[in-house]
């Protein structure tokens, strides 16, 4: 019976090692993201997007996800304070930013620190469904035969989006889906 013990004791400390690494591991991958990520050097001209016009051009209804925080967060010298922020992931200078605009207005520029491809089918797994009564069916069945004899006039649907917050001891990981495109920000739990 002892050695059944012992075996099944030093499988436990195995694995609880094994975790505590992994989360180890973790944490310097963030740290090495974190003070890789060098903020956005220049100033937007009156803090407006200059693609914002061609974006809303485009599609029937704002692309951009809105997000609420209801904490500060921090990145670098910068303090994002609690409120709705929209949020536009860009392209500036050869590097990826994530621009959080409040009124139309860019108050925070945050570089991605990493860039990815959104997995197949994510958008169908994780965002819910809405529920149409009959007549609700009947009416968009009714306006996309509409619209599919004048597609030339219809603007499109904007691209899907998704925010996704994971926390850790020393960071706020924020996920943006947008599009085929998945952009990781990093934030800490204090200031700098």
Request: proline residues 6%; charged residues 20%; hydrophobic residues 35%.
């Given at each position: 019976m002892k050695c059944i013990i012992i075996i099944d004791m030093k499988k436990i400390l195995t694995i609880l090692l094994l975790i505590i690494g992994l989360n180890a591991y973790a944490n310097s991958d963030y740290d090495a993201l974190y003070e890789a990520a060098e903020p956005f050097q220049s100033k937007l001209y009156n803090d407006i997007d200059p693609?914002?016009?061609?974006?809303?051009?485009?599609?029937?209804?704002?692309?951009?996800?809105?997000?609420?925080?209801?904490?500060?967060?921090?990145f670098k010298d910068m303090k994002i304070e609690p409120g709705y922020y929209s949020l536009t992931p860009r392209e500036l200078g050869g590097k990826y930013y994530v621009l959080f605009k409040q009124a139309g207005k860019v108050q925070f520029i945050i570089p991605a620190a990493k860039k990815e491809a959104t997995p197949l089918n994510f958008y169908e797994a994780n965002t819910p469904k809405m529920k149409q009564t009959k007549w609700q069916k009947f009416a968009s069945g009714v306006r996309k035969?509409?619209?599919?004899?004048?597609?030339?006039?219809?603007?499109?649907t904007p691209p899907n989006s998704l925010v996704n917050i994971e926390s850790d001891s020393k960071y706020i990981v924020m996920v943006l889906y947008y599009g085929n495109d998945k952009f990781t920000v990093l934030f800490r739990r204090t200031p700098y």
């Open positions: 693609f914002e016009d061609q974006d809303m051009i485009m599609y029937a209804w704002s692309p951009y996800p809105l997000f609420r925080t209801s904490a500060n967060l921090y035969k509409f619209y599919d004899t004048a597609k030339s006039s219809m603007r499109s």
